[in-house]
Every structure is written in C-alpha cells, then in structure tokens.
C-alpha cells in the first residue's frame, strides 16, 4: 500500500472509525499515536462490542489490523471491506477467530 | 474470576499498564472504558511495538486479553504472567499467531 497513506494518523483515523460503524458497532473512543521520523502509525478504536486496530510499517507497505467484535448484531466483515475499499492493498491475509466462553454466551443469546 | 476485579477499570488500567511494562513494550498512550449497569470494561494500551486490549464480561467471569507486540526485544509471554498473577483465572486458553510480511522483516533484522 502506498507509504504515505501509512504514515496519515488522521487518514487512518477516520477509516477505522468508518469500518467500525460498517460492521454495526457502537464507538464509545479511540486513541492514535503517529511515530516520529515517519515510522507509522498505530491506532485503536474502542467500541461498545470490543475494539479495532491498526498498525503500520510503512517501509514494508504492511498494516495489521484487528477487528474485534461480539454479540450477533455486529458483522466484522462489513468492515473489511471498509479498509479493502479505501486502502486498496495488493495482497491481504484475513485469520477468523471465533473465542470466548461460547457454550455460556450462546445459552445467554 | 472475581466479577469485582472484572469490573474495576482502574485496576485493570494498572493491569494492563504493568504487564506492558513486563513484556519490555513503551507505552505511549491508553483508553480504558467502562460501561453502565456494571456491564464489563473495556480498554487499550497503545505501546511502541503494537496494543494490549482487555475486555471483560463480569457476568461470565470471563476476560478477553491481546498481547500484540513486534520486534526482537519484547517477550508477550511475560505481559501473560502478571495477568495470570494479579487476575488467578481457573483457566487460560491462548492462541499464538505469527503475523506479519515475516520473510522481508527477518531480512530487516
């Protein structure tokens, strides 16, 4: 992905804080630090379901980015496809992890 | 775990600011949330070398834990040892996942 994307905090603010409404989660805050000498950008957007994150390399053209979320109104998804539409990257690797206490969360739903 | 300790932003704050400190990341920033009706809390420290997240559901006695760290120098096996101390779960279950563009960071390094 282009480098210079990479290293914009407030670019990348915004576009974490679009995936999360995307995948149907509420914001409730969200910190971003930007690294001297351009060396990227990390960031966090808490949300009432759990969280999303990113983190740069912009010298590899690398993000890693979670996408957090819990309950069943929530589509993480929907969110990838933000971050797909807007970062355009050439090659993307996407891990699912279903976790928590699922047999006592799905008795409770 | 205790559903007090689940519940208690402050101390998790602390928590999660210590076992940063244990795994040799740099804080630089955090946002930690907690939410009404002593529903859980949740929050993020933001550290050089990529977050720790913690998000808890007191009614399940159940907490959700990231250690994401980059870089040859931090051990996130040490951030899991104070969480295991301070918090004494009856059970862990962990998930390592290697991430990243390895082939072109190990030529980096």
Same sequence: chains 1, 2.
Avoid at 34 to 51: I, L, P, R, Y
């Amino acid at each position: 992905m282009p480098q210079d994307v990479l290293r914009d905090k407030e670019f990348l603010r915004g576009l974490l804080l679009r995936a999360a409404e995307a995948s149907g989660s509420t914001v409730v805050g969200d910190y971003f630090y930007k690294f001297e000498n351009d060396m990227g950008v990390t960031g966090v957007v808490v949300v009432a379901e759990s969280h999303l994150s990113i983190h740069t390399w912009p010298e590899y053209g690398y993000a890693a980015v979670d996408v957090f979320t819990c309950g069943t109104h929530t589509d993480p998804w929907r969110a990838l496809e933000v971050l797909r539409e807007e970062l355009r990257p050439e090659r993307v690797e996407v891990t699912e992890m279903t976790r928590g206490i699922l047999e006592q969360l799905s008795l409770a739903e």
